[in-house]
């Protein structure tokens, strides 16, 4: 059974910073490009982070260029999104999501709100 489990959201004032962590299970994660992705409320869901299966690429949304870091542990099967400088507009459900071709699977989210 596929599993992708996302943790580490929470309430945090702007400025603040917040880990989030995926966890991944019932299929070859070291195969996988992981990303992560966000929707806020209203809006279409957005691409911010992705990185490559051995980790030896990524790329980010300009709007978070320089405060958030994606990294993966390949032996624990877990991807992380390291977000820093948080503003009140990063506020959004955060997904992850694991890409082989032309398959995908997609976690259930976790909330991140950014409010003083």
């Known amino acids: 059974q596929v599993r992708l489990v996302e943790s580490g959201g929470g309430l945090v004032q702007p400025g603040g910073s917040l880990r989030l962590s995926c966890a991944a299970s019932?299929?070859?994660?070291?195969?996988?490009?992981m990303s992560w992705y966000r929707q806020a409320s209203g809006k279409e869901r957005e691409l911010v982070a992705a990185i490559t299966s051995a980790g030896g690429y990524t790329n980010y949304a300009d709007s978070v260029k320089g405060r958030f870091t994606i990294s993966r542990d390949n032996a624990m099967n877990t991807v992380y999104l390291q977000m820093n400088s948080l503003k009140v507009e990063d506020t959004a459900v955060y997904y992850c999501?694991?890409?082989?071709?032309?398959?995908?699977?997609w976690g259930q989210g976790t909330q991140v709100s950014v409010s003083s």
């Open positions: 999501k694991a890409v082989n071709g032309a398959t995908n699977y």
């Open positions: 019932g299929f070859t994660f070291r195969y996988y490009g």
